[in-house]
């Protein structure tokens, strides 16, 4: 895993890989005390759920509003007290709220997922 990735986003503290299931695959921290194996594998299984109900919300707008282009949802940030997690279809980013970026946190996620 490359440790550079993290520089390339202020305010990040961890980057994760997770699978279609939500596994971690392979991650970087910087603050293993916090943000350990387990902890990045839970995140995953977050990220995959979240994604998966967003989808499922999104269509239905779709469906009574007749407004498109909600779904299908590529990517999403979900804000927690002191850290946020910017998701993407494999990919994340762990933010400390204080500093970060997440538009630069978005674009480097979709670099990477393409």
Known sequence: MNEHILARVPGALAYFV?????Q??????TDAGRLDESTLDLLGHV?????????MEM????????????????SFV?????????????????????GADYETA???LSELEN
Do not use: M
């Open 78 to 98: 979900f804000v927690g007290v002191n850290l946020s997690v910017v998701a993407g279809s494999s990919h994340a980013f762990v933010l400390d709220n204080e």
């Open 106 to 108: 978005q674009r480097v």
């Open 24 to 29: 971690r695959l392979s991650s970087v921290t």
């Open 59 to 74: 269509r239905g707008w779709e469906g009574v509003s007749g407004i498109a282009g909600f779904y299908p949802v590529e």
């Open 18 to 22: 997770f699978s279609a299931e939500g």
């Open 47 to 55: 990220c995959v759920a979240n994604k998966a109900i967003a989808n």
